[in-house]
Structure formats: C-alpha cells, structure tokens
C-alpha cells in the first residue's frame, strides 16, 4: 500500500507501533529497514521510489509526495518519530506542528549515515532522550542529547520518580525549579513516602541538591528551590516551601474495599473522596483497591480502577485469614469465609503494619486505608 500526500490532507494511516521510523533516502532507507530489524517495534514509512517488493510482508508503508505532509498524521498517532533526515529539515517541518511537550512526541534524527542519532525534541517527557541511547546503542552510533540535567548528570525534575509513577500535582513549577537544579542552586528534597532508588547515577548527589527530614527543617534552610515527595496534603504553614516547588504524589495508598453487590461506582467513589479528605491524603496517591475473590467481578469496583487507572487485586478468604484483626466479624466470616474484608486485603497488599483507618462503614461500602511503609 501506498499513501498518497497531498496538500490539505492529512495522511489516513493506522500506527502498528509505539514508533515511526522515516526514511527518504537511498541510505536512509537501508539504516530504516536495519533499525527496523533490530529495534523489534516500529512502523517504517519510506519513499515509493525505493520500493524493494517485500514491503507488504514486511509492514512498511511507502508514500508518494513530501514527507512534511505526512508528519502531522504521525504526530497525532506516534509516542515517538525517527527520522534519518537532515537535522535541519525536520526543525523547519516540525516547527508548525508543536504544541507542548507535555504532549508532543519525542523525535529522534539520525544521519544518512547512521553516525549520529540527535534527541531533538521532547527528550524527557516524551521519552526522545532514552530512544536516543537505544537507537545509539542498536546501530552504532554517537547519543547526541543536549538536555542540560543529562549533561550535568543530576535530577531531571520533569522525570524525577516517573519510573516508580509518581505524578506531580501541578505542572506550573517545573520549568523554573529545573533552572534551579541545572543553575546548581540550593535545591532542597523532601520524601516523606514513595520509592527511595530515584538517583540512578554512580556518584554521589551533587552538592547543590540537599535532603531534609521535613518540611519544616527545608524551610528553614531556605533553599532556591525544593523537590517534595508526599502522599498527604501539606499544611498551611508548609505552602511556602512550593512558591519554587514541586510536589510529587508517589504511588502508596492502599484502599481495602468491601460492598453489597450491586454498589453503584459513585457511591464507592464518594466514599474514597471523602475518607481521603478526612485522612488529609491526596488521591493521586492511590496505588490500588483490594478486597476478597468474591468481588472480583463487582461492576462498581471494576468501573472505579478503570476510571482512575489503579491496580485492582483481590484475595482468598484463606489468604484474609492469615491477618489478624482488631474487629474480625463472624458475619462476615459466615457469607464469604473471611473474618474480615477490607483490613486484611489493604494490609496484605501494602505490607503496613497498621491501617490509617482500621474500618470505615459508609452506606453500602465498608472501607480501610493503608500506606505502603516507608522506611
């Protein structure tokens, strides 16, 4: 199959991958086709000129006409575009078709060649600077990345714990406190919850970067900027530490979930909201919501996990049993064969020692709150 380009129109194509490879060039045709082979996942799309004839069984897609029409279709449809054009050509081709990078792809250059593959846009977010040290790595060529916390080999606050999936609570800081850690600033880190391996580098934490015990303590210090790790709301009085912060929601809430059958998903999720207001939690740090085999099923619980994307793991009533509980109920113990629901499915996913509320009875919902430990 070929695409047809043509003025006006954009490009009808299906993306098979989580990348586009684009070549238009006899040579860059070849590097496309070995990138391809070695890569294991990428859609090639390639000049109908340099046919070869096994396209079809190979999934690659050929055009006709300028590749700068085909690039808005592949913007819209791939997480990531390799291009083997000149560096300068993509700049002008691309350039109308950026909107933000926390929704741009990542594209990657790399020359006729092959000598060089160049980070070029959305390096971090949009994950060009890792696809850039794979392609290098595959095809024997030079990493180019010019992002300035991966030149110095320090934090690159726009990623900082996207691996464990933490998640910011706002955007609007980003750019300034990474100014702060690249200007090798008093950068303050705060981690109250979450995964500990976030500096991956072999060597120590620069300098300029501090870790405090709080909040209070980092205030105190009066840093440039600050880093805070947190599933909890702060306090008034802690605010101050975000006028050049930002605050990081690490995945550790645990949500033990009981219902009657047939509970509708808003009442559940009323019940959430409301007991994480009263807990003073963020919900963004909810990792996941377990209850016992017999719910596996409960529409209300499925729509909630799929609505927030959290994880969803249930129990055996022997596995329950193993948990010993403040208040276990031989009610319950006779209907499902588990002294008690959601204590112990909370408890044995997160690992906690205590619950931040041991049982929560609300209407149709019976709810406990946990916190993976953080030591």
């Given at each position: 199959m070929t695409l047809l380009l043509e003025e006006g129109k954009n490009a009808e194509i299906k993306a098979n991958s989580t990348y586009a490879i684009v070549a238009i060039t006899k040579h860059g045709v070849e590097l496309a086709r070995k990138l391809h082979s070695v890569l294991q996942t990428g859609d090639v799309y390639y000049m109908s000129k340099f046919e070869k004839g096994d396209e079809e069984n190979a999934g690659i897609k050929m055009f006709d006409g300028s590749v700068r029409l085909l690039l808005p279709s592949l913007f819209q449809n791939y997480k990531g575009i390799i291009l083997i054009i000149s560096l300068g050509a993509v700049v002008r081709m691309?350039?109308?078709?950026?909107?933000?990078?926390?929704?741009?792809?990542?594209?990657?250059?790399?020359d006729d060649k092959g000598e060089h593959a160049i980070s070029v846009l959305s390096g971090h977010l949009g994950g060009a600077n890792e696809l850039t040290r794979?392609?290098?790595?595959?095809?024997?060529?030079?990493p180019v990345i010019t992002t300035a916390s991966d030149v110095q080999k320090t934090i690159p606050v726009d990623l900082f714990g996207k691996r464990f999936g933490w998640v910011w609570e706002s955007a609007d800081k980003l750019t300034p406190v990474s100014a702060s850690v690249?200007?090798?600033?008093?950068?303050?880190?705060?981690?109250?919850?979450?995964?500990?391996?976030?500096?991956t580098y072999d060597r120590p934490l620069p300098d300029n970067i501090k870790t405090y015990l709080g909040i209070k303590h980092a205030l105190e210090a009066k840093p440039s900027a600050a880093l805070i790790v947190t599933h909890r709301n702060l306090q008034p009085q802690e605010e101050a530490i975000?006028?050049?912060?930002?605050?990081?929601?690490?995945?550790?809430?645990?949500?033990g979930i009981g219902c009657n059958r047939g509970t509708k998903s808003s009442e559940i999720e009323s019940v959430i909201e409301n007991t994480l207001t009263e807990l003073n939690f963020s919900i963004k740090s909810v990792k996941a919501i377990c209850t016992i085999d017999l719910k596996k099923d409960e529409e209300g619980l499925l729509e909630i996990v799929k609505k927030f994307g959290w994880e969803f793991h249930w129990y055996l009533?022997?596995?329950?049993?193993?948990i010993p509980l403040q208040q276990p109920s031989e009610t319950v113990f006779k209907f499902t064969g588990a002294y008690g629901v959601s204590e112990p499915a909370a408890m044995l996913y997160s690992g906690a020692k205590k619950l931040e509320i041991v049982k929560k009875k609300s209407g149709n919902v019976t709810i406990s709150v946990a916190v993976i430990p953080f030591e």
């Open positions: 691309i350039a109308p078709l950026l909107k933000d990078k926390k929704t741009d792809p990542g594209v990657v250059v790399i794979e392609i290098a790595e595959l095809i024997g060529a030079k690249v200007n090798e600033e008093h950068v303050a880190v705060v981690q109250e919850s979450g995964e500990k391996g976030w500096w975000l006028e050049n912060g930002v605050l990081y929601r690490p995945k550790v809430i645990v949500l009533p022997e596995e329950l049993n193993t």
